[in-house]
């Protein structure tokens, strides 16, 4: 418990500040930058100074990390719920994990190298062409999860109430499933619906969560008392016939990534990570050898993109592809062949900002890991979105090369239309951003991308999810209510 603690805590030791003045002497400067490497570069990517403010780092991140490493802090502890204190309170150290000396020579050092403002951001966009905003009819503006049924035509919507709609995209709701719990990711397996309910939407470790399967409308727990499932896959991992489950147990200072297995009746866990934030996975025979490997992408701390490399009867070799400085914000990503070389490449998003460093950040956008053959990536496209939690890669305008949507829960909120941006490829890595005001009208926390209309491209649906606060002020927590565009549809107009 004491190593998953430090690690826990090492993880947020990015949130350091000095409160003495900046003018300290080289040599110290050159001692505090030595202990900061040493202990910050010990469980993830060493955290520069200039990814944050000087006040971000004081006023925000410094309490948060403090705590974590074993200071007292009674403000934060009292925000805490009383179900979700004891796991809280079981993974601090009961005594602090740096010494004083220690610790204040790493807040001088992010004192010293953080800048005041962070690099402005301005996208320079376009009209969307591409697309035909059109408001679906839709009750409530706390959208959870959009699947798509492309089989029967349908849209399945789960909302913060904790029911899941199947919804006619043109006309109406067509039935209704209560969850009980506000539905994060669903599957279709055949004429089964399979659906993770999250439990307690907001950080908590409390295990409320559950995995159900919904057989002509009849639910059966599949697995419960999961601690805030965000995503899951599902696959026949040791060839035995019988699919396994491969549940992200997102949680808060607690979660896992795991396998659930059914065996007599009954559940095998494997555990392939015992720390929180994973957030994605995705199943695919990474080196066509015949057996299903998992890709798992992971936030909260060490944000890092990891390949479990299949070696048969349930076992796995973890390697980790990619890792981000702990305030990227990782939340999405899928496989493409974006150069057409017959190697997935990997499209992914860093744009969480709902936790303790809330501005505008010029490194959130959307990233392009390429594939060199051999399954090394390399960073090759960086395309500038503040806020951004997913982007879906097609050939949306259908003229032969692979297109970006993405949609940001925390734009920029001065300019609250690019919370929806259509990138369009114009070749040699170029990217045009394209905007509609329509955006302006929801915050967006879904996406889904299918062809609806049976016309031969693929459509977008926009679900909105529009909190009060995590960035966003009261004039535009007024305009969504007054415009209500809980669900967006972009009609494709490809000729």
Not at 273 to 292: F, H, L
């Amino acid at each position: 418990m004491r190593n998953l603690t430090w690690a826990v805590a090492c993880l947020l030791i990015v949130s350091i500040i000095c409160l003495s003045p900046p003018g300290c002497q080289n040599q110290k400067i050159t001692h505090e930058e030595q202990v900061a490497r040493t202990y910050c570069a010990s469980c993830h990517v060493f955290p520069e100074a200039h990814l944050l403010t000087k006040r971000i780092w004081n006023e925000s991140v410094l309490p948060e990390m403090a705590f974590r490493m074993g200071f007292s802090n009674a403000t934060i502890l009292s925000k805490v719920s009383p179900e979700d204190r004891p796991v809280i309170l079981a993974t601090l150290p009961k005594e602090p994990m740096i010494s004083n000396e220690d610790f204040e020579a790493i807040r001088r050092f992010y004192w010293n190298f953080a800048d005041d403002l962070l690099e402005p951001v301005t996208l320079n966009t376009k009209p969307l062409q591409q697309f035909k905003p059109v408001i679906s009819p839709f009750p409530t503006p706390f959208i959870t999860m959009l699947q798509a049924d492309t089989i029967h035509n349908k849209l399945w919507i789960g909302t913060q109430s904790g029911q899941l709609d199947r919804f006619d995209p043109v006309a109406k709701i067509i039935d209704t499933l209560n969850i009980n719990s506000p539905p994060s990711h669903a599957v279709l397996a055949g004429d089964d619906l399979i659906v993770t309910g999250i439990g307690i939407l907001m950080p908590n470790d409390q295990d409320k969560g559950s995995l159900i399967r919904y057989d002509n409308g009849l639910p059966q727990v599949l697995l419960d008392s999961l601690h805030r499932p965000v995503y899951f896959d599902l696959a026949d991992l040791n060839g035995d016939g019988n699919p396994e489950f491969v549940v992200c147990n997102y949680g808060d200072y607690q979660g896992n990534l795991s396998i659930y297995s059914e065996s007599d009746a009954d559940w095998k866990v494997i555990p392939l990570s015992s720390t929180p934030g994973a957030i994605k996975t995705e199943i695919r025979d990474v080196n066509q050898d015949g057996q299903p490997d998992i890709l798992a992408l992971f936030a909260q701390g060490d944000e890092r993109l990891v390949l479990y490399t299949n070696q048969g009867n349930l076992n796995f070799k973890e390697d980790v592809i990619h890792r981000f400085p702990p305030v990227y914000g990782s939340n999405y990503f899928e496989t493409q062949d974006f150069n057409g070389d017959g190697y997935f490449d990997i499209l992914m998003t860093n744009g969480d900002n709902g936790d303790f460093s809330a501005v505008v950040k010029p490194y959130h956008g959307i990233r392009l890991l390429q594939n060199d053959g051999q399954n090394q990536f390399t960073e090759r496209l960086f395309l500038q979105m503040p806020g951004v939690s997913k982007a879906i890669m097609r050939d949306f305008d259908q003229d032969g090369d692979l297109d970006i949507a993405a949609i940001s829960f925390f734009p920029d909120f001065e300019t609250p239309e690019e919370g929806f941006i259509y990138f369009k490829n114009v070749g040699d890595l170029t990217f045009e951003p394209r905007v509609t005001p329509v955006a302006a009208d929801g915050r967006w926390l879904t996406l889904e991308a299918y062809d609806f209309d049976q016309d031969g491209d693929d459509d977008l649906f926009l679900g909105s999810s529009s909190y009060r606060g995590l960035g966003a002020n009261n004039a535009v927590f007024r305009h969504w209510l007054e415009k209500s565009v809980p669900l967006l549809r972009l009609e494709n107009v490809a000729d």
